[in-house]
């Protein structure tokens, strides 16, 4: 379900699950992590249940993420709650990229949900991760401009 024009979604993860994204991002330093969340869109906002791993297969996976094909491939056809994609950023903010928007429309028609996370320490020195969120937005006003957007979304955690 989409947000009135000027409202936002809020996405709801649960804080398993952020563990899930987070662990993975971790494991996979010093590059970028990505895989695939599963949930839906519902009046009230997107809620996330799951995190499905896929494996960076980028050239450069230090600095950027492509999902493996085969992989990404089996989530279209085999998982009916595709919601979103997450990857992270291990050296910088987790906001959108250049490259991330130039590759946003080899995605953006199949989900809903775009999460960027990027390491961090507690007061505690213990592993977390910062994580936003953004909603993908289809431009249909202006066709001078891309087709999509990431709008930054209220995230969660349940």
């Not at 993420?65 to 595709?82: T, Y």
């Not at 979103?84 to 429309?105: C, E, K, N």
Request: aromatic residues 6%; glycine residues 6%; contains cysteine.
């Amino acid at each position: 379900m989409a947000a009135l024009h000027g409202q936002q979604n809020m996405i709801f993860i649960p804080s398993s699950v952020e563990q899930e994204m987070s662990k993975h991002m971790y494991n996979s330093l010093p590059q970028e992590a990505c895989g695939v969340v599963l949930g839906e869109a519902a009046a009230g906002g997107i809620r996330i249940s799951r995190f499905q791993p896929i494996r960076n297969v980028a050239p450069n996976p230090l600095h950027h993420f492509s999902l493996d094909e085969a992989e990404w491939i089996r989530c279209i056809f085999n998982e009916p709650q595709l919601i979103g994609i997450f990857h992270s950023h291990p050296q910088t903010s987790p906001v959108p990229s250049h490259q991330d928007l130039m590759a946003l429309p080899a995605y953006a028609e199949l989900i809903k949900v775009y999460l960027i996370g990027t390491p961090a320490l507690t007061s505690k020195s213990e592993p977390c991760m910062h994580l936003n969120g953004y909603e993908i937005l289809y431009n249909v006003e202006d066709p001078s401009k891309s087709r999509h957007d990431l709008q930054p979304a209220q995230l969660r955690m349940t």
